[in-house]
């Protein structure tokens, strides 16, 4: 009988010892677009996790003000930080019908004297304000898209919660505006429209601080364009829009219609140039359209401080 032959199985020639440089460069270059795409989803993730517990904030603020309302007989709690208009703006006497001097119980922070370092709020400004008894929580006050160290990221409406805005000392009559019977909105039945009347939103402030209320100064009473100031301004952390919450306790996430406008109020805070940020240089040739379009972030905030008492498109 003739022996069988084992079959060799090892063929050394025909053996690979790995992957080659092109295999392990498309490899590499799989992983690092992988990566990307990671980074990316969770980039946005993130983002979209801190807008949502920024309008989350600003709720648990409309909720804290609808609760003291219900406790001091319908009234809003005052959007203000000090007991007088705004800070430095002297004595408010003559308007005593509307400031109602004295009520500082109803002051959302109380922003002055042992409760400021400079002009940096102390952690007892927020705590003894009147929105403190409904929130208990420090983390309610900051936004997550805040960079500053500040203790505070928010700020109400001025023309809610009292019965005149905080502008005194900035060159309006006051006195006239008084007596023409003209008021803000002290409580939500005072509201013609709370779906559409901001109550906070994210603010930028020269003064190191969230000083009185958000607003769009004056303007809202004179008709005319004026020239394309914010009197403090919705802050650009995330440069294309800004959280805001509604008097009906809605949020929004409001996204700026012009690219632009995020940089450009960086830009003006960076430069320290005070209260008033001008987006366009001012043109009072143009028509009602041309501002509304040359302006039509400034125009969004200032037709919902107030609407159904002014309005100017």
């Not at 102390?122 to 500040?150: F, H, I, Q, V």
Request: with cysteine; glycine share 10%; proline share 5%.
């Amino acid at each position: 009988m003739r022996p069988k032959r084992m079959k060799n199985h090892r063929n050394p020639g025909n053996r690979r010892s790995g992957f080659t440089l092109i295999e392990l460069l498309l490899v590499v270059g799989l992983i690092f677009i992988l990566i990307g795409i990671v980074l990316y989803v969770g980039g946005r993730v993130l983002r979209q996790s801190r807008i949502t517990s920024c309008m989350n904030n600003q709720r648990q603020i409309n909720m804290a003000n609808f609760n003291f309302a219900t406790d001091n007989d319908g009234e809003f709690m005052s959007p203000r930080s000090s007991g007088n208009f705004q800070s430095g703006a002297g004595d408010d006497s003559a308007l005593a019908d509307c400031s109602r001097g004295g009520e500082t119980y109803r002051l959302f922070t109380k922003s002055y004297g042992g409760n400021m370092n400079g002009n940096s709020e102390r952690e007892s400004a927020l705590t003894e304000g009147a929105a403190w008894e409904y929130l208990g929580d420090l983390k309610a006050y900051k936004s997550p898209n805040d960079p500053t160290d500040r203790v505070r990221s928010y700020a109400i409406n001025a023309y809610v919660g009292e019965l005149c805005p905080d502008n005194l000392g900035s060159g309006e009559d006051y006195a006239a505006i008084v007596n023409s019977g003209w008021r803000a909105a002290r409580s939500l039945a005072a509201l013609p429209q709370p779906n559409n009347t901001l109550m906070t939103t994210c603010e930028e402030d020269s003064a190191g601080y969230n000083n009185q209320g958000f607003m769009i100064k004056n303007w809202l009473i004179n008709g005319n364009p004026p020239p394309q100031h914010w009197f403090d301004y919705p802050a650009p952390w995330l440069e294309d829009g800004v959280t805001t919450s509604f008097c009906d306790g809605s949020t929004l996430f409001y996204e700026f219609k012009k690219p632009d406008l995020g940089q450009h109020l960086i830009e003006n805070s960076a430069s320290g140039s005070g209260f008033h940020r001008a987006y366009y240089p001012g043109d009072p040739s143009l028509s009602a359209d041309q501002w509304n379009e040359t302006n039509s972030d400034w125009y969004w905030f200032k037709n919902r401080m107030l609407p159904g008492r002014f309005n100017y498109e």
